[in-house]
Nanobody
Framework: VELVESGGGLVQPGGSLRLSCAASGFTFSVHDMSWYRQPPGKEYEFVASINSTGDGTYYADSVKGRFTISRDNTQNTVYLQMNSLKPADTAVYYC?????????WGQGTRVTVSA
């Protein structure tokens, strides 16, 4: 199993970024996927999840209305569109595949929101 995130970077407050997570090594289309983040000096926190067919999503209150999770099962990729970014969104963002009994994680992509 391999999860490779991309799309992070430095963005000004109010800006947007789109993160991608390319998955391989498992049957992507039958599994839910999630995004988590770890702000500097803090614990990991849940950001968003999407079901296997893409028609069910769930968001942390802190990102609801600003972030959108989506997936392309033909490309084995899950996305996180982040709009109206705030300095509090600064974190390393991780893709997660809960393939029970094992959770798989990518290496993370850093997002910095700063003027």
């Amino acid at each position: 199993v391999e999860l490779v995130e991309s799309g992070g970077g430095l963005v000004q407050p109010g800006g947007s970024l789109r993160l991608s997570c390319a998955a391989s090594g498992f049957t992507f289309s039958v599994h839910d996927m999630s995004w988590y983040r770890q702000p500097p000096g803090k614990e990991y926190e849940f950001v968003a999840s999407i079901n296997s067919t893409g028609d069910g999503t769930y968001y942390a209150d802190s990102v609801k209305g600003r972030f959108t999770i989506s997936r392309d099962n033909t490309q084995n990729t899950v996305y996180l569109q982040m709009n109206s970014l705030k300095p509090a969104d600064t974190a390393v963002y991780y893709c997660n595949a809960p393939l029970r009994p094992t959770d798989y994680w990518g290496q993370g992509t850093r997002v910095t929101v700063s003027a």
